[in-house]
């Protein structure tokens, strides 16, 4: 059974900084790719950024070299690193997890940008 847990959302101002975190459970996150999504009132589910198992990144247009994604193998979690943010980023995000063709989600966590 795989769980993600995300961490790390909430209220920030424009311009500010989070770091959101999501712990795995299972053994399969050293060979999993994984990723972060966000999905906006009214808006469809979206990649933000993903990292394989060899560490190759990738990032939505909108969040190139603003956002960093990164993994810790040893303590099965995968982090995002936003900075300057803007209020557009606001947006529940959730933690993906992909496995031979099956996809595990987290339960989401809300970022706002406000000031």
């Known amino acids: 059974q795989v769980q993600l847990v995300e961490s790390g959302g909430g209220l920030v101002q424009p311009g500010g900084s989070l770091r959101l975190s999501c712990a795995t459970s299972?053994?399969?996150?050293?060979?999993?790719?994984m990723g972060w999504y966000r999905q906006a009132p009214g808006k469809q589910r979206e990649l933000v950024a993903s990292?394989?198992?060899?560490?190759?990144?990738n990032y939505a247009e909108s969040v190139k070299g603003r956002f960093t994604i990164s993994r810790d193998n040893a303590k099965n979690t995968v982090y995002l690193q936003m900075n300057s943010l803007k209020p557009e980023d606001t947006a529940a995000y959730y933690c993906?997890?992909?496995?031979?063709?099956?996809?595990?989600w987290g339960q989401g966590t809300q970022v706002t940008v406000s000031a």
């Open positions: 993906w997890q992909y496995y031979r063709g099956s996809n595990y």
């Open positions: 990292i394989i198992i060899g560490g190759k990144t």
């Open positions: 299972g053994s399969i996150f050293s060979i999993s790719g």
